[in-house]
């Protein structure tokens, strides 16, 4: 394990495109960061903030998507492995795109430690050259892989050389695929956890979650709230900021944040109509702290 004191102590961004990805807000979210020396964060996605922040002395990444997982642990514990199957990976995109996305679904079916390093080149590519960067296992979705972004299999380099830097992170990093429940066992005063979950609009519109592996809908918005209640631990929460979300933490504090998309414009159709571009795209976050 790398002590605090490496350079994997610089802000990182996350290797991933991923659907409500905090690496724009990451920033943002610094200055409320509490004191701890035990960090977790226990729907971590593409870890944005885990990537963002200092390390803790011991630090905890969680997802429930199995892919997630193997890519983690293996740029972790076997990172010029996993370089060397990405280099590999030549030629056509589509081709390579439906050899991962089809041809190797049994890979999807993997869980626990089998077939790591496979499952971890799978969902890499998948998460740069699908739409939207959601790479979604579920059979019954399979059209949601959908190839959209070969350029995001390109400059293969660049990548790996920022996904050292990752791998050098992520060595000081406990890695688990489990419902979030289990990463609150023995917190205490001294963690800090970051839950982000999907955003509690899109849980009312789409039961079954259309952007991640699995399906987070309004029970588990009330669950999450009720283990957050109920540990020692500091607790940070992002959520979109609409009214139940406060609801579901009464009498924690709540932090808004907002801040414009650099060079990124909404475009509606009476701007295309006008041709001009729309206002600067807002970015907003809703913070919800137990501190
Ligand atoms: C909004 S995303 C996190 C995004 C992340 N903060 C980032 O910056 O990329 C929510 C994540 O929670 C995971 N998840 C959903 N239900 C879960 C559960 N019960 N236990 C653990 N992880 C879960 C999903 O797989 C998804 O990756």
């Not at 944005?48 to 740029?75: C, E, I, R, S």
């Not at 996904?163 to 963690?191: D, F, H, P, V, W």
């Not at 979950?197 to 669950?223: G, I, N, W």
Request: hydrophobic fraction near 35%.
């Amino acid at each position: 394990m790398l002590s605090s004191s490496t350079n994997a102590d610089k802000p990182l961004r996350s290797p991933l495109r991923y659907p409500g990805g905090k690496t724009r807000a990451a920033k943002l979210f610094s200055p409320h960061f509490p004191e701890h020396t035990d960090y977790r964060e226990i729907l971590a996605g593409g870890g944005a903030v885990f990537f963002h922040k200092p390390l803790a002395k011991t630090n905890w990444l969680n997802d429930l998507h199995p892919g997630l997982y193997a890519l983690y642990v293996t740029l972790r514990d076997n990172f010029d492995e996993f370089a060397a199957l990405c280099k590999k990976q030549t030629g056509e995109r589509r081709r390579l795109f439906n050899y991962w996305a089809t041809e190797r679904r049994d890979l999807m079916e993997a869980s626990g430690n089998q077939q790591l390093l496979e499952r971890a080149v799978q969902f890499y590519f998948l998460n740069r050259t699908v739409w939207g960067g959601r790479v979604v296992f579920d059979p019954s979705r399979k059209s949601r892989l959908y190839f959209s972004n070969p350029s995001g299999w390109s400059r293969l380099d660049q990548k790996l050389q920022h996904l050292m830097q990752i791998s050098q992170k992520l060595r000081a990093a406990k890695i688990t695929c489990q419902g979030y429940e289990k990463c609150l066992a023995g917190a205490t005063s001294n963690t800090f956890i970051y839950a982000d979950p999907p955003y509690y609009r899109e849980s009312v519109s789409h039961p079954t979650d259309r952007l991640y592996d699995k399906s987070f809908d309004l029970e588990c918005h009330q669950r999450l709230a009720a283990a957050l209640n109920d540990t020692p631990a500091k607790v940070m929460v992002s959520y979109d900021d609409c009214p139940e979300p406060r609801e579901l933490f009464r009498g924690w504090n709540f932090v808004e944040l907002q801040w414009k998309y650099s060079g990124t414009y909404a475009v509606t159709k009476e701007a295309k109509a006008n041709r001009r571009k729309e206002k600067k795209i807002t970015g907003r976050e809703l913070l919800i702290l137990n501190y």
